[in-house]
């Protein structure tokens, strides 16, 4: 039986990524600092411990695996990168948990290895315009992330390529974009914003007032859970290393995403923008490279994705009135 493991498996990307190996029938092992929040973990086997401890990632790898998926990370939602005040925390814990984790695959020569990067990677000059954004995956140098999460991604990155390159470790680098879903953090201020509009619009009322973030014009692209599992694991199977942009090239403005939230609840309520943590102006998938290398784009539209992201929210919301 092939084995895997997947660093991170707690989180709501890692939660559904066990559930997909397991349905193909992998043995896999899921390590987290937490067990899932919204679900029982369908690992074969769970170990919660903090990977920035040594002696638990020498733990973690006690056999070799045939896959490894590192997602683990210090990360959130613009209201948790974007402020600054977790910027220490961000760089130190993600840095450690990487270099612990790359050392044991090392160590255990481990098939293969997929990373987990994200598009804060990309300069922020490429992307001040929000209806023309540049996210080719070339355009990451000459380097100007608009974060420190976005910093320590690129630094990772080339730790990656650099055991690669090294030690003959076999990597797969993806750079997610903007991924949503059921199962994702919606409260508590590490939520992204489709949560986060779902769960205001579930509970206001018709003609109610909720609070945006910006004037509403800045754009991005979203995809659905299901979208990146294919995306995934097409990538883990190649023979390709990337880095490669793992997102929907339908860019929507924030005021639109709204809009696409307010139709699957069928009420309409009012946006008061307000100042807060923004991000880049405008931001979106480029997928001509993975539609190249891997002969793969997303199937669904964000719309497809957006309904059953926001009825599991609207039930979360309900179960705690």
């Known amino acids: 039986m092939k084995t895997a493991l997947v660093c991170g498996a ?51 790898f006690d056999r070799r695996f045939d896959e490894v998926y590192q997602l683990a990370a210090d990360m959130g939602g613009a209201g948790y990168i974007f402020t600054g005040d977790n910027d220490a925390s961000i760089l130190h814990n993600s840095a450690v948990i990487n270099l612990n984790v790359l050392e044991a695959c090392r160590r255990r020569d481990i098939g293969k290895v997929f990373y987990a990067s994200s598009a804060c990677v990309y300069p922020e000059h490429n992307q001040l315009d929000p209806l023309n954004p540049n996210c080719e995956e070339s355009s990451a140098y000459p380097a100007n992330p608009d974060s420190e999460y976005g910093w320590e991604k690129l630094f ?21 974009h903007n991924i949503f879903g059921e199962l ?45 599992m294919e995306g995934i694991l097409r ?7 990337g880095p490669v942009n793992i997102g929907s090239d339908e860019m929507v403005c924030i005021n639109e995403l709204a809009a696409m939230i307010m139709r699957a ?48 929210i609207q039930g979360e919301v309900q179960a705690q009135c």
Request: glycine share 10%; charged share 25%.
């Open 10 to 60: 707690g989180g709501f990307i890692g939660t559904h990524l066990v559930k997909r190996l397991r349905s193909e029938g992998l043995w896999v092992r899921g390590v987290d600092l937490k067990l899932p929040e919204f679900d029982l973990s369908d690992a074969s086997d769970f170990m919660q411990g903090d990977l920035r401890d040594d002696k638990l990632v020498q733990a973690v």
């Open 156 to 176: 990772s990155e080339r730790l990656y390529l650099s055991y690669a390159r090294n030690y003959g470790l076999e990597v797969r680098i993806a750079r997610f």
């Open 184 to 228: 994702s953090t919606w409260q508590g201020g590490k939520e992204k914003v489709p949560a986060a509009l779902c769960r205001k619009i579930a509970l206001a009322a018709d003609g109610e007032t909720i609070e945006v973030w910006g004037d509403g014009t800045q754009t991005r692209s979203f995809l659905y859970i299901d979208e990146c």
């Open 235 to 241: 990538l883990m199977r190649s023979g390709w290393s």
């Open 265 to 312: 609840a069928d009420k309409n309520v009012f946006l008061e923008h307000i100042p807060g943590p923004e991000g880049v102006r405008g931001r979106n998938s480029d997928n001509r490279l993975i539609k190249k290398m891997l002969g793969w784009r997303p199937s669904s539209t964000l719309y497809q994705g957006i309904v059953p992201t926001y009825r599991w």
